[in-house]
């Protein structure tokens, strides 16, 4: 997809000027999700309810995206500044995407988390 395909949906954040740093990387994020990897990849044209990271969470929780998330920061901590640049944006897309799929989420009992096996009841 090229920039020039890009139309204006919904509303965007409006910021002060004095948040350029942050405006400019917003704007990465989106362009890597929308045109850069994350499109090449996982989107071919699709819309992004339709892409797999979205379908993998409507199934199976957001488990996928954390798990994402954690290894872009180990990766991160571990590289050279260029590519921690490029895992951190990729963190932010992870990071997006998963809250994308929580609001997508419908309403529904939470899940029961297992008690640590030393504070289970025994049975007799």
């Not at 994402?68 to 992870?94: F, N, Y």
């Amino acid at each position: 997809m090229r920039l020039r395909d890009h139309e204006p949906i919904g509303h965007f954040v409006s910021l002060p000027a004095r948040y350029g740093a942050l405006s400019r990387t917003l704007q990465a994020v989106s362009d890597m999700l929308t045109a850069g990897k994350g499109e090449a990849r996982h989107g071919r044209g699709r819309p992004l309810e339709d892409q797999p990271a979205l379908l993998w969470a409507r199934r199976h929780g957001i488990t996928g995206q954390l798990y994402q998330i954690q290894k872009k920061a180990d990766e991160a901590m571990t590289s050279g500044p260029e590519d921690q640049r490029r895992e951190l944006l990729s963190l932010m897309g992870e990071a997006l995407l998963a809250l994308v799929a929580l609001e997508a989420a419908p309403p529904g009992p939470k899940p029961r988390r297992r008690r640590p096996a030393s504070r289970r009841k025994r049975r007799p």
